[in-house]
């Protein structure tokens, strides 16, 4: 069955600080994996796409990286802002005929002054 | 550009009754999804449309219902509305069917059932 796991389920980190959030994905055959950022009332926005052969993309302050041999992405936060503080999901996409995806729960950042 | 437009943002329904939300996708984009999200479950996948086709449907009962416009606007409908359909319902575009391309999500539509 394909799952995508994130961890931790929320975080709360003093502002300025650093941070790496995590996804640990069983889908197969991958596609691509992304990070969206979805702050609380809105819709989801697209961070960051990698398809298998990237193993690190960034974006801003946030550089995510990929490990397809062990199926993990995290996602690091660079000297983070009040403006960070979201939900974080990850999302892989499935390569069998039509691409699906598949969705993680999310990690809850707080970012606190 | 504008973006996708969801409406309406919120609204609340009773047990039994039905509800239909409507997706404007960004100028140029063919393809809709749709998408549930709850605080429990994450989001999760309804269907998506192409060119007024269903191409894709995840595994929600059949009072999950959508349509596709030639003008790319999409409507979705629940029937018979169910306490736990509360949730927030998420419409993302996409330039070409598939989502192997990037998508972008409305705002959503903030449905509650009492």
């Known amino acids: 069955k394909n799952q995508v796991e994130q961890s931790p389920q929320s975080l709360i980190i003093l502002e300025g600080k650093n941070c790496t959030l995590q996804?640990?994905?069983?889908?197969?055959?991958?596609?691509?994996l992304r990070w969206y950022k979805q702050d609380t009332g809105r819709g989801p926005v697209s961070l960051t796409i990698?398809?298998?052969?990237?193993n690190t993309k960034s974006n801003g302050r946030y550089t995510a990286t990929l490990d397809a041999d062990t199926k993990q992405s995290s996602l690091h936060i660079t000297a983070s802002q009040l403006s960070d503080s979201a939900s974080y999901i990850c999302?892989?996409?499935?390569?069998?005929?039509?691409?699906?995806?598949?969705f993680g729960k999310g990690t809850m950042l707080l970012v606190s002054p | 550009k504008a973006g996708v437009t969801q409406t309406p943002r919120y609204l609340i329904k009773t047990r039994g009754q039905q509800v239909t939300l409507s997706c404007s996708p960004i100028?140029?984009?063919?393809?809709v999804s749709w998408y549930q999200q709850t605080p429990g479950q994450g989001l999760q996948f309804l269907f998506e449309?192409?060119?007024?086709?269903?191409?894709n449907k995840g595994n929600f009962p059949g009072r999950f219902s959508g349509r596709q416009f030639s003008n790319s606007r999409s409507e979705m409908n629940v029937s018979t509305l169910e306490l736990g359909d509360s949730a927030l319902y998420l419409c993302?575009?996409?330039?070409?069917?598939?989502?192997?391309?990037?998508?972008?999500f409305g705002e959503g539509s903030r449905l509650t059932v009492l």
């Open positions: 993302a575009s996409s330039l070409n069917a598939g989502r192997d391309g990037e998508l972008f």
């Open positions: 996804c640990n994905y069983t889908v197969s055959p991958f596609s691509n």
């Open positions: 990698m398809t298998f052969s990237e």
């Open positions: 999302v892989v996409s499935v390569n069998s005929g039509y691409s699906t995806l598949t």
């Open positions: 100028s140029g984009h063919r393809s």
């Open positions: 449309y192409f060119s007024e086709t269903q191409r």
